[in-house]
């Protein structure tokens, strides 16, 4: 596991492309195929389920640290990382354990699940007795689960394409579900990865999904509007379906088979011609509707493990097809976009329609009825484009319609994780329960509590900040700190946020009543006094214009 | 019996001496710890300090300032007490104050560093612990996770950096406060044997020079001017302050690898926000173990925390059975990360 680690922290010191690839060459190139199949399973995304519970984890490491939990919490909270934590506060290692990375992985890692507690236990401390802090520190990552690496996937693969001389596009192709959960790596598999296809049966293997870039400016620096395809920006989940010898398999954009979820789409794409592949996306549409169901309908479809009858009427799922990336056998990944669609539409396959405004300025105005359609905004695809590998600039471009945004006062923040430990980087943000008369109320109403004027908490964000930006406001929280729980500081209210969500709706879980999906920060408002925030009201009225979304998405089948 | 030392607002008062120690606002009379910015600031109708210390003070306060020396150990009668002071390994000249009266003892121990096994420190005495009534201690790694490593294999990292970076055709640039810090890595680095030339920022050649007079024998390493010619230099080490990362005087060393020394460093969090390519956890301040031990050393039965994390060594002595509380200070800034002097 030494090599691992050295390799872990170097990709973790180092901000340049190039180091870090030279890192993993080096790394490839000292290492037994057996052990360099779990480097590259681990980096490319890959990650065992938790082996531990991380409350066994804690307790274990007070015990054996000597702290009380309180103590261990504080360090906990300083680091923002439980790994780290542990790591650091463990006696100096007694005896040395010096193993490859897949024994590692496969005598000592796996099969921590199925042992009972106390044998856990005994393993567990016999592990942070024979390794030093750095190597206890990736021991604790992947036994509880929360193993990160500052590599794309991308990045790995170049690497590998470099080191080997295989070719990068056949080993992103060949690599496709190589990272799935419950399949550990082999040398055997990771040999596959560097070997171009003898031509032999593919099975249900996917091609790497193309992603899009946010257009940065308006699509008129795109040129002619001709050579531009613009369809709806679905808001489901993005999912590859394949049909080869009589067989159909789906994909998730997390590369993991969600086959079984969705025996409607496996129905439909049954009757497919074998050798077809589709990109598309999968979305709750009930029949006879307009347009698809809110997003929180799949989500909860997706919650349950098992699928009654009564779920599947409520929530059925379909397909609507974006691209066609196999037919007839054939890899139509290079072929022009205008084909690759012309050629689903013939097959018959519910392709997600185009928008046929004829000029940029009509384009505008379609996708401001994005929210009633429930979607996201558009997409904008080249013409001539083929179906890339990762996200590439230039030929496809997400156009998201503009977040729903209020004006929201900080009143709670707790420090954030990895680079941002130690930082105040996480918020919660509150609107006023009716709009203060005057900046002496609203003064008045901080100190005071149980009248009707009071900042009610709706929602945490902690992304859209610059670094410099969360400096400033990680010394304003501690400026105005006004009590302090655990990792969590309140602070007497000084700043307002224009806060951005893509969709409101009412809850009962959270006190003011209302949901926010995918809140962050648009900017620091330093122009708006306290008193002029936006209040429940504004955001009761925004719930009536948006369709509505659902707060928390499920993260795993999350579409790009 | 009131207590001898009570916080006030311009810092730490001793009421039947008369004097402040480490004011953060000008007074009539104060005794210094270190001279340290945050501990030694301008403006105070006298300054007593340890003998070493003055020269540092004179750089920062100018040569006119009102200082006046004591040796390590040297009593002195002020006002109703009886003062001395006694290494706390810290920096050059750094010192715990004794303050005795009418029997009872209070120790002030402003910053300190205790060695570990292995360590060698050449450029200030040792921490000596000191018995007492009550104890007043720093607390700016006051965290379990704060475990340092014997600074001797710290210094055996930074070496095999050197080497590396020297292999690839870099410099290397390593980064700490100029005063005290710089001089640690003088001397551990700059020795006989080293692998290549040492230079230094003009900002720590001025401390070297201070740290010299006073009889500290650190190597001769060269300053880095506007006419060094880094191309003739082949694998050098250049010690500088931290806020040379990323400026033109570092671009002018060509192509080097950039590394920071501080106990801050434990932090993955900060050695990424520092965006180094290298974190070297090196400190001059006593880390968690350090901490308790100087605690238990002094056979204190009360002990008051300042500046750091307080919080949790406060709690944690109250559990061990002590009496333990806090004095908000204004020195440094509590537990942030890199911004903070150390």
Known sequence: MKGFVALYLALDASTSTLAKVAALKRYLAATPPRDAAWAVYLLAGGTPRRAVPTGELRALACEAAGLPEWLFEAGYAATGDLAEAIAYVLPDPEDKLDEPLSEWMENRILPLRALDAAARREAVLAAWRGLSADERFMFV?????????????????????????????????????????????????????????????????????FLAHALPGEPSALGNRSDWLAEWKYDGIRAQVV??????????????????????????????????????????????????APFALLQKRIGRTKLSKAILAEAPVRLLAYDLLESEGVDRRQEPMHLRRARLEQLGIATSPLVDAQDWPGLATAREASRERRVEGLMLKHRESAYGVGRVVGSWWKWKVAPLSVDAVLIYAQAGHGRRANLYTDYSFAVWSRAPRDAAEAEAALDATGG????????????????????????????????????????????????????????????????????????????????????????????????????????DLADD | ??????????????????????????????????????????????????????????????????????????????????????????????????????????????????????????????????????????????????????????????????????????????????????????????????????????????????????????PHVETVTPETNFKALRGALVIAPPAVQDSRWAKAMGAHSDAFASGWMRLRGARRRRSVDRGFVFSDHADWPGLLSAIRATGAQRVIVTHGDEGALVRYLTELGLQAEAFATEYGDETHGVEAAE
Request: charge should be negative.
């Open chain 1, 452 to 555: 009707d004027l009071a900042l009610v908490p709706f929602a945490k964000a902690y992304s859209g900040l610059t670094d410099e930006e969360i400096k400033r406001v990680d010394r304003e929280v501690r400026r105005t700190t006004v009590e302090k729980f655990g990792p969590v500081r309140r602070v007497r209210p000084t700043m307002v946020f224009e806060l951005g969500f893509e969709g409101i709706q009412a809850s009962t879980r959270h006190k003011s009543g209302i949901a926010v999906r995918f809140p962050r920060m648009l900017r620091i408002r330093d122009d708006k006094p306290l008193h002029e925030a936006d209040t429940l009201d504004t955001l009761r009225e925004l719930m009536e214009i948006g369709p509505q979304g659902q707060a928390d998405a499920g993260e």
């Open chain 2, 1 to 218: 019996m009131p207590d001898l030392v009570t916080r006030r607002p311009q810092g730490l008062y001793c009421e039947p001496g008369d004097f402040y120690i480490d004011p953060w606002l000008p007074v009539a009379r104060a005794v210094i710890t270190h001279a340290h910015a945050d501990h030694c600031r301008p403006g105070h109708g006298t300054y007593l300090a340890q003998r070493d210390a003055l020269g540092l003070m004179r750089a920062r306060l100018g040569d006119d300032a009102p200082l006046e020396g004591l040796g390590y150990g040297e009593a002195r009668r002020i006002g109703d007490v009886t003062l001395s002071l006694h290494p706390a390994g810290h920096v050059l000249g750094s010192a715990q104050l004794r303050i005795e009266h009418r029997g009872e003892v209070w120790v002030v121990a402003g910053d300190y560093f205790v060695s570990g096994a292995g360590d060698c420190n050449t450029t200030c005495a040792p921490f000596e612990p000191v018995r007492c009534d009550v104890f007043v201690t720093e607390s700016t790694f006051g965290l379990p996770i704060y475990r340092w490593a014997p600074q001797t294999e710290v210094l055996a990292e930074m070496r095999a950096w050197w080497m590396d970076c020297a292999a690839q055709g870099k410099q290397a640039l390593l980064m700490g406060y100029s005063l005290g810090k710089a001089q640690r890595l003088v001397a551990g680095l700059a020795t006989a044997d080293a692998p290549g030339p040492v230079l230094v920022h003009a900002a720590v050649a001025r401390l070297n020079a201070a740290y010299r007079e006073a009889g500290i024998a650190l």
């Open chain 1, 243 to 292: 049909k080869r010898d009589g067989q159909v398999w789906i994909w998730s954009r997390g590369e993991e088979l969600v086959t079984e979820r969705f025996p409607e789409v496996v129905l439909e794409a049954s009757t497919w011609p074998d050798g077809t592949v589709v990109d598309g996306e999968l979305l709750a549409w009930r029949h006879g509707e307009s347009e698809p």
């Open chain 1, 141 to 209: 990552k992947l036994v509880g689960g929360g193993f990160r690496v500052g590599v794309s996937k991308l990045l790995v693969q170049r690497a590998l394409a470099e080191w080997s001389g295989a070719d990068a596009a056949g080993i992103a192709q060949r690599m496709m579900g190589y990272t799935q959960i419950d399949t550990p790596p082999t040398a055997e598999r990771f040999q596959a990865l560097l070997t171009e296809d003898a031509g032999g049966s593919r099975g249900g293997q996917p091609y790497p999904f």
